[in-house]
């Protein structure tokens, strides 16, 4: 029973069995390569609440920072779909590069592996102005 518990708390809320379909049918954008933050937030932009994250290199860390992972794949692949369902994001530390499967337990062929893209950061300084990082 412990065991179960320490899963969820690693891989958040989500999952296949918590799809709530809603009815409405949105956009889900495309979120690999994206800050988990900049996903996270696209994701609920577009409607989308439903997010659980695993680690891509199937090492089952957690992403406690959403600022220092980013999306190496997402299930399902970006594109329209119902609101209520569930998106997973498997995530690899900004300064890894993503692992050329997902180790984050999914089976789904709609798995996208993340292109190596700049992350664009902003400074507590400078608001307004961002700059590019290569990770």
């Given at each position: 029973m412990?065991?179960?518990?320490?899963?969820v708390a690693l891989t958040g809320c989500g999952g296949g069995s918590h799809d709530k379909k809603t009815g409405v049918t949105r956009m889900l954008p495309?979120?690999?390569?994206?800050?988990?933050?900049?996903?996270r937030t696209a994701a609920s932009g577009a409607g989308f609440r439903n997010?659980?994250?695993?680690?891509?290199?199937?090492?089952?860390?957690s992403a406690s920072s959403a600022?220092?992972?980013k999306v190496c794949f997402q299930n399902p692949a970006s594109g329209e779909a119902d609101?209520?369902?569930?998106?997973?994001?498997?995530?690899a530390k900004v300064a890894e590069?993503?692992?050329?499967?997902?180790?984050?337990?999914?089976?789904?062929?709609?798995?996208?592996?993340a292109t190596h893209r700049p992350v664009a950061t902003r400074h507590a300084s400078s608001p307004r102005r961002s700059r590019t990082r290569r990770h």
């Open positions: 412990t065991a179960a518990v320490a899963v495309s979120l690999t390569g994206d800050t988990l933050d900049a996903a997010v659980s994250v695993t680690d891509a290199t199937g090492a089952k860390r600022a220092d992972w609101t209520g369902i569930s998106v997973r994001l498997s995530v590069s993503c692992p050329a499967k997902d180790g984050g337990g999914s089976t789904a062929t709609t798995t996208r592996r």
